[in-house]
């Protein structure tokens, strides 16, 4: 069974930083294509980042030039640098990552920006 887990969300003041982190295990298959995606109350889920197997990154309007998604050395992790960060950050974030038999999303973590 496919699972991905993200961790490193919190609670931080408007203008502060946090980095997200995403493991997916159960696959031997690459996950070519992953990204963050998250969903403010009321909301519908929105993208923010995601990243390809070429390292081509795709950014959010809102968050272009405060974020940086990036691939780790371990096969199939990804991570979120986020700066500058405001309280319309507040939201859940999720982890995608997809390989050529599935999408799969992680549980979600709680980013909350204080003003």
């Known amino acids: 069974q496919v699972q991905l887990v993200e961790s490193g969300g919190g609670l931080v003041q408007t203008g502060g930083s946090l980095r997200l982190s995403c493991a997916a295990s159960g696959t031997i298959f690459s996950m070519n294509t992953m990204g963050w995606y998250r969903q403010a109350p009321g909301k519908q889920r929105e993208l923010v980042a995601t990243?390809?197997?070429?390292?081509?990154?795709n950014y959010a309007d809102s968050v272009k030039g405060r974020f940086t998604i990036f691939r780790g050395n371990a096969k199939n992790t990804v991570y979120l640098q986020m700066n500058s960060l405001k309280p319309e950050d507040t939201a859940v974030y999720y982890c995608?990552?997809?390989?050529?038999?599935?999408?799969?999303w992680g549980q979600g973590t709680q980013v909350t920006v204080s003003s």
């Open positions: 995608n990552g997809i390989t050529r038999y599935g999408n799969y």
């Open positions: 990243t390809n197997g070429e390292g081509i990154a």
